[in-house]
Each structure stands twice: as structure tokens, then as C-alpha cells.
């Protein structure tokens, strides 16, 4: 919320969406799709991570404005998607913006991003009990390329063309 902590990696952020996590499970589904606390309808994180929504071939991500973390894994998914000069925004996105392109065929892909998870694919989303497929529940091929890039430099079986790897 605005003022809040959500800039930051602390407990406290995680600690109440236990209980949102608890009714997603029971209703199949292995996390949450957080909206924002004022207007509550723009898309913010998802579980722990950062949210991304593939709309027309545009990547698109909730701007920083302190109510969400600036992960890691997200700044290198925006380096990757520059170098490869992959559309992508960091703007409010909609609820509604989200389930309208699912139902007119242009969300071509969601995922989310974190330091464990790296790139975690989003198969389907329910809302208001309303349920839209994403990519036939298959993993899209910007996530595919962005976990195997990433993972890649990782282990050093790809070339870190930007400096990000050290050597200890």
C-alpha cells in the first residue's frame, strides 16, 4: 500500500497473504494474483513475485512506485528483453485489461519472476470466479527463452554479455 513496505524483502510483507494463500489452495490453484490495495484493480504481484503479462507480443510489468519489490529477476528480464528488443513496458495494467485480451486471443503469455523461482509460468487465472486459459496452460516462448537465458548464465553455459557474473 502506499507507504507501506512493500519496496522491501520483510516478513511482515508475507505474513497476511497467508490466509488468501490458504483459500487459493483449497480452490486449486498454487498462488495468488495480488491487486492493488487502493483502487483494487491493478495488477501487482504474484504470490512473492513479480507479475508479467504478455499482451500482443508487449511484456508488461506493474511500475516501481514502492508498493513492490525490485527484484533482481525482474530487472534482468527487462535487460533481456531490451537486448533482445522485445516490446515491454512497466505500467499500471488492469484486471480487466488482463481478462479482456485472454478473451479476444491476445494474452499471449503470463509468468511471474523471483530468485528461487526464476521464471515461473501462470497456466490459467480465476477471478471473480471467472477463469481464463493463458497459453493453453503451457509455458509461452519469451518465459521458455528468459529462464534458459537466465538459467544459462547461472551455470555459465551461456556467455554473461553484460557483466552480471563474478568469478569467486
Not at 525482474?74 to 535487460?79: A, C, G, K, S, V
Request: glycine content about 12%; some cysteine.
Amino acid at each position: 500500500m502506499p507507504g507501506g513496505t512493500g519496496f522491501a524483502k520483510i516478513g511482515g510483507n508475507y505474513a497476511m497473504s497467508l490466509k488468501a494463500q490458504e483459500k487459493a489452495e483449497k480452490a486449486g490453484y498454487s498462488q495468488v494474483l495480488w491487486l492493488d490495495c487502493v483502487d483494487k484493480k491493478y495488477v501487482q504481484e504474484i504470490g512473492t513475485s513479480n507479475a508479467f503479462f504478455v499482451i500482443d507480443g508487449e511484456v508488461i510489468t506493474a511500475p516501481l512506485d514502492g508498493m513492490i519489490l525490485p527484484g533482481i529477476t525482474r530487472d534482468t528480464i527487462l535487460n533481456l528483453l531490451k537486448y533482445w528488443n522485445i516490446p515491454h513496458s512497466e505500467r499500471k495494467l488492469t484486471i480487466d485489461e488482463v481478462f479482456e485480451a485472454a478473451k479476444k486471443g491476445n494474452l499471449n503469455e503470463s509468468f511471474a519472476s523471483g530468485t528461487a523461482a526464476v521464471i515461473s509460468p501462470v497456466g490459467e487465472l480465476c477471478w471473480k470466479g471467472e477463469k481464463v486459459s493463458v497459453n493453453g496452460g503451457k509455458t509461452g516462448p519469451i518465459a521458455q527463452r528468459l529462464y534458459q537465458t537466465i538459467l544459462g548464465i547461472q551455470t555459465g553455459s551461456l556467455k554473461d554479455e553484460f557483466g552480471w557474473t563474478v568469478e569467486v
